[in-house]
Structure formats: C-alpha cells, structure tokens
C-alpha cells in the first residue's frame, strides 16, 4: 500500500516538475547513482556498479542532449564539460576504478550546486 503511494507521489513530482527542477532532479541522481556505483565497487558488486554508471552516463546524455548550445559560449563549455564526465563514467566502468569515480564525484557535486544555485536566483 506505501510504496504504491510512494510511487504515483514520486511519478507526480516528475510529471508536474518545470524544466527547471527536472534539470536539478538529474545532477542530484548523477550524484546519487555515482556515489552507489563507488560503494559498489567497494562492496565489489559488479553489476550494481555497472547499473549505477551507466544510470549516470544516461543523465549526462540527457543533460547534453538538453543543452542548447547556440545560446551562447557557456553552453559549448558546459556540453564540453558534460562531454568529459561522461566519457569517465565510460572508463570508470569499463575499469572499475575507484580513481576515477573519486576524480569525478566532484565534478557532479559542483555541478549540483551550481545549478542549485541558479535556480534559486532564478526564482527571485
């Protein structure tokens, strides 16, 4: 009976989400599903590791394919930036390295906050 109610709550907070918190929602599962795919490997669970990186390659897909970049300079840089995450996440699962993941975690963690930033100063 929860988690039905969890479920259709999740799923409405999605579907009635502006464009605005659908682009937060991503980088907070990027740093989500990159911390489990670290704990993963860790934990050496291979495919849980493997399903988390590849969860976080898709949200870089879908924050690239989102960005539009004939809007300006910054656009390019941050596809370029997106561009070399997702290229890691790429290495850090076809190796398993925890180097990686530990050099890009932050990358995303200043992305999150950046873009929190953002929409707080774009709703004043």
Do not use: H
């Amino acid at each position: 009976m929860y988690s039905n109610g969890y479920n259709v709550y999740k799923s409405n907070s999605v579907n009635y989400a502006s464009k605005e918190q659908l682009l937060l929602m991503l980088v907070e599962g990027a740093v989500k599903f990159c911390k489990i795919a670290r704990q993963a490997i860790i934990d050496k669970d291979i495919k849980k590791a493997n399903d988390a990186l590849i969860r976080t390659q898709d949200i870089f897909s879908e924050l690239m394919i989102s960005l539009d970049t004939t809007v300006g300079e910054w656009a390019v840089q941050l596809f370029r930036v997106y561009q070399f995450i997702k290229d890691k996440l790429i290495e850090a699962n076809m190796n398993k390295s925890l180097e990686i993941i530990d050099e890009i975690i932050p990358l995303i963690e200043d992305i999150n906050e950046t873009w929190k930033e953002a929409y707080k100063i774009a709703k004043k």
